[in-house]
DNA sequence: GCAAAAGTGTTTTGAGTACACCCATGG
DNA sequence: CCATGGGTGTACTCAAAACACTTTTGC
């Protein structure tokens, strides 16, 4: 079977960059490509948009497809149309952020992948097309999205100490803060619950946990409330 | 002549929102369709991506072909792909804002544009396809890109005075700002260079006429400083 | 000289910074 | 009872906000 068009039409492909926060480092989901072209290779999940399908859609299915990842949230980052991007043809690339709690979860290499793990962001293997520089754009954007809108929040447990917010804002960052500083300023935003809960098996006082409250800060933004680190 | 894919594709598109300065207003640039589909009616300008060309060169080059723009800085916008989007078949649109110094420059309608036109912001006439949403999401993009970029200087002539200024970034940001402590914050930045010269044909104590100085702001980015309205 | 708008001084307030300290817990 | 890290108090600094004032210019 084959489609027919009156013009050239350049393939439209979505590209996700997955974070995620372990072992106290930013992290960043690969597949391994399968019987595909760049065979063997080291890519971020993503695939061609299908028939009637929205970009969004397509993400969100090669993301389940590829790594087995489900609920994240994820968000448009840029598009990639360079020509030359990919060797067959003319393919641009949507590219999505995408921040998952979840990277303990179990990692299933699906369609298409034959392989799918978590690399640490500082310490990538080398890359197909242009996913280095996908990712490069995403770094940055991760950068400036931290500073004034909370995502955080989607990168930790429902429920979490200040202790474990601090480095992962450090990691984003790229900068150390302050502890009280930082304490005062989450807490003074008053857009987290304590749960009454503590942190386990620690060996030393255990820190109180904390549950970020959606309403809250969607209530505070219509009073010209301004997230920022 | 036709092109055969192996698969379907759907066709790529871009679209620009073109923002100007005048008469005290934000305005948008729009043109009425020719001879295609949705004839006569106002949208913005853009097209049909064509072959080996990246989106960014898509976007400028139908903004020169419908509309006579030429230098103006670009930046992606968003990706709008439902599949009713176009009534006549799956079209996915790469949005971009541009922004423009010449509002009373020649517009010169040209290849598929009935007419091109400056359209105040807030009196549009009813759109093309989903160009009101394109608007909309890109409005919301302005407001958030001017609190934190200097993206006012694109939108005024190359010299101006903190009297043009100031009622373009309350436009922008749509609440008053109080004059004294704008002309401290901006001038305090220390990226703006005094040319000397002052507004001229004013029935009043004439303004001093200032610069955007990019190698300024562009060093003082590096040491960590953040333009912020 | 008067109206109109440019341009400046100054006080108050609150947030950000820096640093020092007390508290709870496990071993 | 001590090491470890959680949690708190507070003085200092500086930018933002609010308001009042002086200066320049055309008519």
Same mark, same amino acid.
């Given at each position: 079977?084959?489609?027919?068009?009156?013009?050239?039409?350049?393939?439209?492909?979505?590209d996700?960059?997955?974070?995620?926060?372990?072992?106290?480092?930013?992290?960043?989901?690969l597949?391994?490509?399968?019987?595909?072209t760049?065979?063997?290779?080291?890519?971020?999940?993503?695939?061609?948009?299908?028939?009637?399908?929205?970009?969004?859609?397509?993400?969100?299915?090669?993301?389940?497809?590829?790594?087995?990842?489900?609920?994240?949230?994820?968000?448009?980052?840029?598009?990639?149309?360079?020509?030359?991007?990919?060797?067959r043809?003319?393919?641009?690339?949507i590219?999505?952020i995408?921040?998952?709690?979840?990277?303990?979860?179990?990692?299933?290499?699906?369609?298409?992948?034959?392989?799918?793990?978590?690399?640490?962001?500082?310490d990538l293997?080398?890359?197909a097309f242009?996913?280095?520089?996908?990712?490069?754009?995403?770094?940055?954007?991760?950068?400036?999205?931290?500073?004034?809108?909370?995502?955080?929040?989607?990168?930790?447990?429902?429920?979490?100490? !200040?202790?474990?917010?601090?480095p992962?804002?450090?990691?984003?960052?790229? #900068?150390?803060? &302050?502890?009280?500083? =930082?304490? %005062? /300023?989450?807490?003074?935003?008053?857009? !987290?619950?304590?749960?009454?809960?503590?942190?386990t098996?620690?060996?030393? #006082?255990?820190? &109180?946990?904390?549950k =970020?409250? %959606? /309403?809250?800060?969607?209530?505070?933004?219509k009073?010209?409330?301004?997230?920022s680190?």
């Amino acid at each position: 079977m084959s489609f027919e068009y009156e013009y050239p039409r350049a393939a439209t492909a979505v590209d996700c960059v997955v974070y995620g926060w372990g072992d106290g480092q930013l992290k960043v989901m690969l597949i391994e490509r399968g019987n595909e072209t760049e065979e063997g290779q080291w890519a971020l999940p993503g695939g061609f948009l299908k028939e009637n399908e929205t970009v969004e859609n397509a993400a969100k299915r090669e993301l389940r497809e590829e790594t087995g990842i489900t609920y994240v949230s994820l968000e448009q980052l840029y598009v990639f149309s360079d020509p030359n991007r990919d060797k067959r043809e003319h393919v641009i690339s949507i590219a999505f952020i995408a921040l998952t709690k979840r990277v303990t979860h179990k990692v299933k290499a699906g369609t298409d992948a034959a392989d799918a793990q978590w690399f640490p962001l500082d310490d990538l293997p080398s890359l197909a097309f242009d996913h280095d520089e996908i990712i490069k754009v995403a770094r940055e954007r991760l950068k400036e999205k931290a500073r004034f809108q909370p995502i955080g929040f989607d990168l930790l447990p429902t429920e979490f100490c !200040l202790r474990d917010l601090q480095p992962l804002y450090e990691a984003i960052l790229g #900068r150390k803060l &302050e502890k009280r500083n =930082f304490q %005062k /300023k989450i807490l003074g935003m008053g857009i !987290l619950t304590n749960t009454g809960k503590k942190e386990t098996n620690v060996a030393h #006082r255990a820190a &109180e946990l904390y549950k =970020f409250d %959606k /309403k809250k800060y969607r209530a505070k933004l219509k009073t010209g409330f301004l997230f920022s680190i």
